[in-house]
């Protein structure tokens, strides 16, 4: 059974950073696409940041690339997302989701499983 729970959420003052962690099980990272997503009140849910696990490569958006950073830990079956110089607009519900094999889009409809989401503030 595929589960991904989000952890790491929290309140933030502008230009500060967060580290959400995406605690995977049911699977072996390594011929899986994992992928953040945030969705803000009233906003469509967006893509932020892919790795395909394969062979590492990344995908960011351009409102969180310079700022963002994707990582694995296949140890730990656990995907990182190193959130930097953190602003108001990133305030919104941060998920992970997961597919099988790769990610050309790190697009919401490629993804089959998804976690239940962690909460990310940033105000002063």
């Known amino acids: 059974q595929v589960q991904l729970v989000e952890s790491g959420g929290g309140s933030v003052q502008p230009g500060g950073s967060l580290r959400l962690s995406c605690a995977a099980s049911?699977?072996?990272?390594?011929?899986?696409?994992i992928g953040w997503f945030r969705q803000a009140p009233g906003k469509e849910r967006e893509g932020l940041s892919c790795i395909n696990t394969g062979d590492g490569t990344t995908y960011y958006a351009d409102s969180v690339k310079g700022r963002f950073t994707v990582s694995t830990d296949n140890a730990k079956n656990t995907v990182y997302l190193q959130m930097n110089n953190l602003k108001p607009e990133d305030t919104a519900v941060y998920y992970c989701a997961a597919r099988v094999g790769h990610s050309h889009y790190c697009a919401l409809s490629e993804y089959d499983y998804w976690g239940q989401g962690t909460q990310v503030t940033v105000s002063s």
């Open positions: 049911g699977f072996t990272l390594g011929y899986w696409s």
